[in-house]
Structure formats: structure tokens, C-alpha cells
């Protein structure tokens, strides 16, 4: 079955500097990969989404990339600010909708 | 729109003991989803439900079930509860057609003693 690899696992910025977290998956199958972001003790928000028949996505300060040769997509934070820290997961499936295999999730800090 | 919610939001059982969980999705959303999220494990696929029928089913024991209503709300049963049954259980619902986003209801959080 689908498997995603997520890294880091722990990600420490200063406040402005940018964030990179990066995944890969197995399943030559998946076409569609959401990122979420999960605060402490709240439940995971979908930040931004990237189908496979896209190369990259924008929204703000947020950018996802997709190489599906290599079977890789990464989240791009740029300017980060405090109320950016939280725990980001990426996540793979074959049909929107259906089943998301999550990566172990990234702890990102911003620190000001 | 009301967001996805779901009761209980806490639960405390015994193990041995079964547990039933409940998830209204987003009003028409059609897709629910059941997660399990361990500090361990992460965030793990339990099953997905579409229309009344499960259409997808992850890696774990059938002592793990689930249904969906004609209204689209979901449940899912967990029997003969074990210690490592604890988690918190996140539902997500989906729409049809471009809206394909999931999004989480708040979580039950089970803890078995």
C-alpha cells in the first residue's frame, strides 16, 4: 500500500526566515496531496492542496511543489511568523476524497 | 456552514468494554472518513464511507467498524477495547465533484484504562 515519508520531523526558524518540509510516496497511483496544519489540541486544518496534473500551487505565503517522476512534494512557508508553529502533515491519496495516507507529521517552530 | 462535528468529544472506558462514536459531516457532504491519531503512529486511515457503503478499509482488526446513515452521518464501533485502543478518533467529511477537500471534525478523545 501508499507510503508517505515526511521530513524533518522538527523544524526551527526565526521569525521571517523560510520553512521547507518535504515528502515522498509510493504509490505511483496517488494524484492528489493535501497539507494540513494541526495546532495543540485542535484538529487538523487544510491549508493547501496540489493534484498531480499541477506542478505548483500559491496561496500567500504558502507554495506546495510536486515532481511526480520522483514521486516528491514539498510545503514552502516563507516569511514565517510565531502563528505559523504548529505540527504540519502532509498526506497522499489515489482520488480526492478518499483515503489520505498521512506522513508523521513536521513540529514547526517560529521563534521571534 | 456548520463544520464537522462530533460526540463524544472525551470518553473514558475500561478495556474490554465497546465504544461507539458518532460524526455528522458538513450538510451535503457525502464522503466521511474515520482517522486514528497516536503520538506513536500519527495519523492513521481507519475507513472511508460513500453513500451508505464502505469503500475503503485500512490496516486494522475488525474489531474496528463502522457505518453510515441515509443522512450521511457516520458511526464507528470499536469492541472489546484494548490500552492501545487510545487515541484521539478525527472524522473527516468530503463533498463530490471539484469539492474534494476532507475536513476534521474536533475528535473524540478515547482513553482506555
Known amino acids: 500500500g501508499e507510503n508517505v515519508e515526511q521530513h524533518p520531523s522538527t523544524l526551527s526558524v526565526q521569525e521571517g526566515d523560510s520553512a521547507v518540509i518535504k515528502c515522498t510516496y509510493s504509490?505511483?497511483?496517488?494524484?492528489?496531496f493535501p497539507w494540513y496544519k494541526q495546532e495543540l489540541g485542535k484538529r487538523p486544518q487544510l491549508i493547501i492542496d496540489?493534484?498531480?496534473?499541477?506542478g505548483e500551487k500559491k496561496d500567500q505565503r504558502i507554495a506546495v511543489t510536486l515532481n511526480k517522476t520522483a514521486k516528491h512534494f514539498s510545503l514552502h512557508i516563507t516569511e514565517t511568523q510565531p502563528e505559523d508553529s504548529a505540527v504540519y502533515f502532509c498526506a497522499a491519496s489515489r482520488q480526492a476524497g478518499t483515503a489520505l495516507i498521512f506522513g508523521k507529521g513536521t513540529t514547526l517552530s517560529v521563534s521571534s | 456552514k456548520a463544520g464537522v462535528t462530533q460526540t463524544p468529544r472525551y470518553l473514558i472506558k475500561t478495556r474490554g468494554q465497546q465504544v461507539t462514536l458518532s460524526c455528522s459531516p458538513i450538510?451535503?457532504?457525502?464522503?466521511v472518513s474515520w482517522y486514528q491519531q497516536t503520538p506513536g503512529q500519527g495519523l492513521q486511515f481507519l475507513f472511508e464511507y460513500f453513500s451508505e457503503t464502505q469503500r475503503n478499509k485500512g490496516n486494522f482488526p475488525g474489531r474496528f467498524s463502522g457505518r453510515q446513515f441515509s443522512n450521511s452521518r457516520s458511526e464507528m464501533n470499536v469492541s472489546t477495547l484494548e490500552l492501545g485502543d487510545s487515541a484521539l478518533y478525527l472524522c473527516?467529511?468530503?463533498?463530490?465533484?471539484?469539492?474534494?477537500?476532507?475536513?476534521f471534525g474536533p475528535g473524540t478523545r478515547l482513553t482506555v484504562t
Open positions: 504509490d505511483s497511483a496517488s494524484n492528489y
Open positions: 473527516a467529511s468530503s463533498g463530490t465533484g471539484t469539492a474534494i477537500e476532507q475536513y
Open positions: 496540489i493534484r498531480s496534473n499541477v
Open positions: 450538510s451535503g457532504h457525502r464522503s
